[in-house]
């Protein structure tokens, strides 16, 4: 045969034998892989080997429960459904029966159970936050469905809907961005944490430690013996200071007038929140059980914003409520006498323009007293004009406002305290007088949270604290700033804002209650310029927004408030009635009669 | 060995024994998959056993008809093996599973032509490097040259076979099987070497080579397989699952192994206990004695293969048979690395022993034309020793024979050569 010399290469002793040593070679080197893997680290596996033969299951903890002030509980811990399959366990004709069971693509769950990456003997979860049908649609199918389980996970039922729910938050999944955070230490995937509000604030005190169940698995990795059990512990209960019955009081009072705005609470003896309420508002039950993308899109691109926390987020211009606090920078000052009278004739001119009393007739001649109870604005016009701005801001400031209350929740507004230094700084111009009357009957560039009027309310209630913001009840107040008013002053002041509710000509009238004692100020922040026209634009109505700020009993108050109405028209007309209803609430410990009836009906159908 | 019968008894055990290993492994790693799904105990066991017998049927076959008649089928059977290939593509007869498009239906079996692809592309090479008188696509026409130009022309030596090569490596990725285009290449580019190619012209397409597996490594999957090779432990509930769990097995089985049918691993943890880590069962029930006793075997295989080659009555009986011998022992060489964790995870059976009918079939046939190649490689059986090696180098070089000064330096020559081409082999 013609098959030249190459033929030779293939045969040559010498050439086998060169390949025969480097098999030879690589067989030396399987020996010693194998030497290693078997005879030197063979203990290393064989421990491990051990410990696949064990199961750990993980028994989510259960939450602590929030409840409110007086012991009411406010959530309820509920289980989530979730539907897992261990891949290897499950027959591939399967797939079509168990997508259409869960409303799936069966591409959809192909994907999901036959990844490249997915280990095929742990279960994988397929769907989340199954219904009851849906768990007995798959339990009825299981003896053709091997390999599914139905596993369960810690969630929240919000017993009272979106009561409080800017305050509680809500509870979601752990995020995949959130699995390395510190914060999040030893929370198994797709478990339930506080994502937003209370819940997320107080997480850790509230999550509690997941136990585990240790079982030995059999050849099919079912389980045949229990090995050990590490019951879970339960998170920590929260007492909150917030009273159920002011809250609700004050959120179906909004609803009834379908308006939006906030309400806060607070005791004027500890800071602590008794409410705090926000509308527009959402359920955070909607979450709990898991909000498609779709809807999640939707809801957070409501132009009513109802994720918006207007209690500590908004900040609007507190108008005439700011009258106290100008009132009680002018009794810090020696040139000033709350006996001295000042005619109001409707209106003052200055610089060149007329600042106007609302009240077009004029109120005559007042002192400082009257001024309050029938919202003065010509007194307080003049009054302001004596003390020039500074005084003023150094008294807002010792209020808190101006700064952010860290209440703690959300990002809060801080408000805004003009002064001469603010105005050189921000817009680096001089302080001009005219500014200074706007100012002093709470219009022009001063601007508060609801927050911020409240704890107003709550420092001239309680003589001249400003305690922390706290929402867990039982903690010790702390003192964040303390103004030493002259008795006299506060005295004047206080029987003023009185006089406000409950004398003929108050501004207040409407809060003013058969049992219990109220002082109060009402207030109306203009809607002008560039915010009037966006509300047209939005096409929402037109209108001044409603202040009020109260205090209650007046001699030794137990809480404090401020109302905000958007667009509610003057303080007394909207906001005052509402304040009263939650004071009303607060002191009977119920939520006023036609509400009640709505209540039972939610507790019953709430579980 | 030149007994009787002629066939090379050595090689014969070796495959019988590694089979009979594969018998106890598949059953032992699918009687409790096997009772896990629907069928009973003995379900895979009874379609292995099947498969073993078409298996050593088509052996034993094999062993009969005289391997130069495959010189004719050569060409035919590369083309429809290509085919075959294709067809896995197409719907109802084409099987998808775990994402790869790898098997053709064979109501009421399956079959996976890229194992008859490795084997029809061994014989075609074997009957390409043995054979003057190329074709020439240019002028559609044979063209006289002796072997050695052939080999050493950049087109008839290199580019053809390389392109045909790269055009089952194309399907093959498609598919994707990974371990049957690393396979393919490397047989190629050996046979190639040892045909007489330039190794120039391989040096040349090195770089292409390369940036085409760089493009190929960068599929998802795959470079998870290879960052959880290189990291087992980072991901091991992950993508390095099957590593860990292979390398605890054979941790597990330890000197002696836990004993047949004993192991744990592949109860519930191991995945593919039955096919490509069936080595790791091995090290599991049988322990590192087992191992090395799987591995030997295969080192039997290839020393006797080599011999059948070297013996070989012509030059296509040696390409041949040392093609078929490294088509087996390559194969097992990446299996049994990917098991103890020297290689990244690809899909590759053990052969002889894995479960799988296709794999089975192509490995027992190739066996099958080793023998034959052996039992026809002398008649010198009552030879002495000394005649026998003489004869032995007749054989190799006909041409050489009874010119004996030209003989030790063109051996010599060819030595050398072989060296180089050897080193080359194994970078490659």
Partial sequence: MATGIKSGRVTDTTASRVILAVMVILFLGFALRLWQLQMIEGDKYRKLAESNRIHT???????????????????????????????????????????????????????????RSVNPNYPVKVKLDVTREEIAKVEARKLELPGVDIQMEASRKYLYGSLGAHVLGYLGRLRPDQADDERFKGVPPDSFVGQWGLEAVFDEYLRGVPGEEIYEVNALGQKIRQLGRKPPEKGNDLRLTLDMYAQKAAEDAFDEEDKAGAAVAIDPNTGGILAMVSRPSFDPNLFATGINPKEWKEFINDPRKPMFNRAIQSQYPPGSTFKVVVALAALANDRFSPDSRVHCSGGIPFGGRTFRCWKKGGHGSVDLRRAIVESCDVYFYQTGLKLGIDPIAAMAESFGMGAPPKVGLVKEASGIVPSSAWKMKRMKQPWYAGETLSCAIGQGYVSASPYQMAEVAAIIGNGGTRWKPSFVKGTTPEAAGKINFDPAAIGLVRDAM?????????????????????????????????????????????????????FSPVEKPDIAISVFVEHGGHGGSVAAPIAKSMIEAFRNREVPEKKKSEEEKMGAGGD | ?????????????????????????????????????????????????????????????????????????????????????????????????????????????TFQPSELAKLAFVIFLADYVSRPNGFNPATRANVAMSLKQKMEHPVTGFA???????????????????????????????????????????????????????????????????????DPWGDERGSGYQLVQSLIS????????????????????????????????????????????????????????????????????????????FMIVLQAIL??????????????????????????????????????ISSRQTSGVFLSNAAMRHSKRFIANPRLAGVETHHHASLQADATHYHASLQAAGEA
Avoid: C
């Fill in chain 1, 57 to 115: 299951v993980k028994v989510p903890a259960p939450r602590g429960i929030i409840y409110d002030r007086n012991g009411i509980p406010l959530v309820q811990n509920v289980p989530a459904f979730d539907v897992s399959v261990t891949p290897s366990e499950f027959p591939m004709e399967s797939t079509p029966l168990l997508a259409a069971l869960l409303s799936m693509s069966s591409s959809e769950l192909d994907r999901k159970i036959r990844g």
């Fill in chain 1, 498 to 550: 009185r006089g406000v509710v409950e004398e003929g000509g108050g501004t207040a009238h409407r809060a003013k209650s058969q049992i219990t004692t109220v002082a109060g100020k009402t207030g109306t922040a203009q809607v002008v310029g560039n915010e009037a026209l966006k509300f047209k634009k939005a096409g929402a109505q037109l209108g001044d927004h409603g202040w009020f700020i109260a």
């Fill in chain 2, 160 to 230: 053809m076979p390389l392109g045909i090569m790269l055009l089952f490596q194309v399907v093959l990725i498609k598919q994707p099987d990974f371990g049957a285009v690393m396979n393919l290449g490397i047989i190629t580019v050996t046979m190639l070497i040892l045909g007489g190619v330039r190794m120039k012209f391989f040096l040349a397409f090195l770089p292409f080579a390369l940036a085409a597996i760089f493009m190929l490594v960068q599929a998802p999957y795959r470079m998870r397989r290879i960052t959880s090779f290189l």
């Fill in chain 2, 250 to 325: 054979f941790g597990n089985g330890g000197l002696g192994g836990l004993g047949l049918g004993k192991g744990q691993q592949k109860l519930f943890f191991l995945p593919e206990p039955h096919t490509d880590f069936i080595f790791s069962m091995i090290g599991e029930e049988l322990g590192f004695i087992g191992a090395i006793f799987v591995i030997g075997l295969f080192l039997v295989v290839f020393a006797r293969g080599m011999k059948i080659s070297a013996r070989a009555g012509d030059a296509f009986g040696k390409y041949l048979a040392f093609g078929l011998t």
């Fill in chain 2, 1 to 109: 060995m030149n007994n009787s019968s002629g066939v090379d008894r050595a090689l014969l055990f070796s495959a019988v024994t590694l089979a009979l290993v594969g018998v106890f492994m598949v059953y032992s790693a699918t009687a409790v998959m096997a009772v896990n799904g629907k069928s009973g105990s003995f379900a895979y066991l009874i379609r292995h056993m099947i498969s073993l017998a078409i298996g050593f049927g088509a052996m034993a076959v094999f062993t009969f008809i005289d391997y130069r008649e495959l010189r004719k089928l050569a060409v035919p059977l590369l083309i429809a093996s290509f085919a075959l290939l294709i067809l896995v593509f197409m719907p109802v007869i084409g099987i998808k599973a775990n994402g790869a498009q790898r098997w053709l239906r064979l109501w009421p079996t």
């Fill in chain 2, 335 to 372: 299996n049994a690395a990917v098991s103890t964790g020297l290689m990244p995870t690809k899909g590759l059976p053990l052969p002889f022993v894995s479960y799988g009918g296709s794999s089975l079939l192509v490995s027992l046939s190739a066996a099958g034309i080793l023998l034959n």
